[in-house]
């Protein structure tokens, strides 16, 4: 008989291989998936739906396909979870937000969703996010907390915090999630996990969302494999999203050409305009030494990336202010007070302030562009620190806004560069480190070679949280 905590073990790659030998069949790694959400979901709150009995009769379709020699696609029968901002038909979206109705037909999916329905995923839920994903950490009036797999009393980072915690736990291995700050990074990293910001327009998006082109939807994955197969599936056209790009050709053929080669910039600081903890620096540089001895080409350098926190702001609080206009006052009071205090900010921007801020954004996209006619990757620390108390914007509720401590992540939402977090470590509580691989756009599969290769080379190997499966690589 299969041990069901083998299967939620196994990486997307590994059910669909051994869903085609025959070995189990997507019933068998769907009842496994729904157990394991069982136990970890009181834990850490990562799920604000789960519809067993649908997961089960698309489980039954699909191992019938199996059963038949005819897998739909190529993700037939692996179970993956939906963060809470994305239309899945059968269920409402909510947003994290008492704002939302439930009441509706709830009959379309978003393009990412409809292509995976496409290629056979089995759908086990979804998963939580701040109240309209405004923050850099999960919880929200709706929902409440969600923790982090690997310390109860800290926070599972955000806004795709709910997808992070339950793909490090084993409940599901694949899920998407959203990006308009660093939210796939964020808590990808502080979960240990693989995340994935592609280039702007890769993945459609549809309905567009209220925070513009700085939002994107990527993978949430086990490691930089199962990235590029989600990827390669949830890229496909999509004729809502007027801003999507071409389809590309797939990225998963590209993983194992390497690193050998490649010029790779690694800015520990950001030119000294960041405070990283000794545990980060210490091991995202042994990481990078990693690529050094795999033949890349690494060099120090800085980009020509001066602050422009000021400029996000001004984007970032005018979505939220678009988010809230149709709200009455009443609905108004049921929001994150946080998210009323970027909401008010939000409305004192005049036109001007955001035309200003385009203005900011294009001319980092230009000299992060030429600084990467020299280099093709960047390496940065995903995040300067590790994960903090639960429950908070902010390390110890300083004050300020979460993008306080996110100095890595949100550029790259300006520049709409594609750019991921690979665990490299963990600090001296046991939290996990995450470094960040950027490249200029369209060059997503530079991103997932490198990214590979330090899964590949055990780089990416960290202990996996109590109870949850051992993390590919391992």
């Known amino acids: 008989m299969t041990d069901p905590t083998f299967l939620t073990d196994l990486t997307a790659r590994q059910l669909v291989a051994g869903y085609e030998r025959g070995d189990f069949s997507p019933v068998d790694a769907t009842r496994a998936v729904l157990d394991r959400i069982e136990t970890v979901q009181p834990l850490v709150n990562a799920f604000t739906r789960v519809d067993a009995d649908a997961a089960l009769a698309q489980a039954e379709a699909s191992t019938a396909r199996w059963l038949r020699k005819e897998p739909q696609g190529l993700l037939d029968g692996v179970p993956v979870s939906v963060k809470d901002l994305i239309l899945q038909r059968g269920g409402p979206t909510l947003r994290g937000s008492r704002t ?24 086990v839920g979804k998963t939580t996010t701040p109240e309209f994903g405004w923050k850099g950490v999960t919880d929200s009036p709706l929902t409440g907390v969600t923790r982090n797999p690997y310390d109860l009393l800290r926070t599972s980072g955000g806004s795709s915090g709910g997808s992070a915690a339950a793909v490090a736990l ?18 990808a ?85 960041v405070a990283v903890r000794p545990a980060v620096a210490h091991a995202v540089r042994r990481a990078v030494g990693r690529l050094a001895e795999l033949g890349a080409y690494v060099e120090e350098a800085d980009p020509d990336s001066t602050d422009q926190v000021a400029a996000f702001h001004t984007l970032w609080f005018s979505g939220a202010a678009r988010v809230a206009q149709p709200l009455g006052a009443d609905q108004r009071e049921l929001l994150d007070p946080g998210l009323r205090e970027i909401v008010a900010e939000g409305e004192r921007a005049s036109a001007l302030d955001y035309l200003t801020a385009v203005d900011a954004r294009m001319d980092l996209g230009r000299r992060l562009g030429r600084f990467h ?102």
Not at 226 to 231: E, F, Q, S, V, Y
């Open 189 to 273: 990293s502080f979960c240990g996990i693989f995340g994935l910001k592609p280039t702007y327009g890769r993945v459609p998006l549809y309905p567009s969302s209220p925070f513009g082109t700085l939002a994107h939807a990527g993978p949430m994955t086990r490691d930089a494999a199962d990235a590029a197969l989600l990827l390669d599936v949830i890229s496909g056209a999509d004729w809502r999203d007027w801003s999507q790009l071409a389809p590309a050709p797939g990225v998963s053929g590209a993983l194992d050409s390497g690193v050998r080669g490649l010029r790779i910039a690694y800015s520990p600081t950001f030119g000294g305009q």
């Open 170 to 187: 084993g409940a599901a291995p694949l899920s998407i999630g959203t990006d308009g700050g660093g939210s796939v990074r964020i808590p």
């Open 100 to 123: 939302v109705s439930a009441a509706g037909a709830w009959d379309e999916d978003a393009p990412s969703v409809a292509r995976l329905r496409e290629h056979g995923a089995v759908f």
């Open 373 to 474: 006619e020299t280099y093709d990757l960047l390496v940065t620390p995903t995040l300067p620190i590790t994960a903090f108390e639960a429950g908070a914007e902010t390390p110890g509720g300083r004050g300020g806004r979460w993008t306080s401590w996110t100095p890595f992540t949100y550029p790259f939402n300006l520049t709409q560069q594609p750019a991921a977090t690979v665990p490299c470590g963990v600090d001296e509580d046991g939290l996990p480190i995450g470094l960040q691989l950027v490249a200029a756009r369209h060059a997503d599969a530079l991103v997932l070679r490198a990214a590979h290769a330090l899964y590949e080379s055990g780089a990416a190997r960290i202990p996996a949280p109590a109870g949850a499966p051992t993390p590919a690589g391992s």
